[in-house]
């Protein structure tokens, strides 16, 4: 079943704006992860969270867990057009299954 | 040096027939997974694969049989395809046990016609 539901679907912006994109989860997770998806590509990794975590950075990425409110944010600050791409968060259970739960993605067009 | 990779690509074939896409990954990975994303870009598990064994298979129809020759493959072998079953399927591949980032092979896009 699906865990992970992103907002909004799509977001358009212009260069140098910032984005955000919010995801909710159903259930207690071990981690929660963020995801690239460029037009025909596969996915691409671009940070984890941790239960236990509530904000990390990586570059111009800020990830945010509320665990009492079951979701999660990704900021992109300064964007650029290369930032054109799908999103995707996905949670990890822990329960030794080795399994993530992935979102319905947030579809991110950055405009020049 | 692609670290997952899929073949083929594309595949476009008729109801009916049975083909396979087959995956590799050359980063020493533990742990294999097969993912069919469809039209509405939803992305769902269907196999994963530990050190060769099967550790978890999703609600997936028996015509969809996936097959690990050994750590660094699993195929994915298809009978009796469905239009139903046209979709963007991926292979991804994580360290192991406590390494929870997985790494995706490229797709291949299947159309069934």
């Known amino acids: 079943s699906q865990q992970g539901e992103e907002d909004p679907q799509a977001l358009s912006i212009q260069e140098g704006e910032n984005a955000t994109m919010n995801c909710s989860y159903k259930?207690?997770?071990?981690?929660l992860q963020w995801y690239r998806q460029n037009s025909g590509r596969g996915l691409v990794h671009l940070i984890l969270i941790r239960s236990n975590e509530r904000e990390k950075h990586s570059g111009r990425l800020r990830v945010t867990l509320d665990t009492s409110k079951k979701s999660s944010s990704l900021l992109i600050t300064a964007s650029r057009a290369a930032d054109t791409a799908s999103y995707f968060c996905a949670t990890d259970d822990g329960a030794g299954s080795y399994q993530l739960t992935f979102g319905k993605g947030t579809k991110l067009s950055v405009i020049p | 040096d692609t670290a997952v990779s899929q073949t083929p690509k594309y595949l476009v074939t008729q109801m009916g027939n049975d083909k396979s896409i087959k995956c590799e990954q050359n980063?020493?990975?533990?742990?294999m997974y097969w993912y069919k994303q469809d039209s509405k870009k939803f992305l769902k598990i269907m196999f994963s694969?530990?050190?060769?064994?099967?550790?978890i298979n999703e609600t997936v129809p028996n015509r969809f049989s996936p097959k690990s020759p050994d750590k660094a493959h699993l195929n994915l072998h298809i009978n009796s395809l469905e239009l139903g079953d046209s979709a963007v399927y991926f292979c991804?591949?994580?360290?192991?046990?406590?390494?929870?980032?997985?790494?995706f092979g490229p797709g291949t896009r299947l159309l069934v016609l």
């Open positions: 259930t207690s997770i071990n981690n």
């Open positions: 991804a591949s994580k360290p192991g046990a406590g390494q929870e980032t997985q790494y």
């Open positions: 980063l020493g990975h533990d742990t």
């Open positions: 694969y530990n050190n060769k064994e099967l550790i």
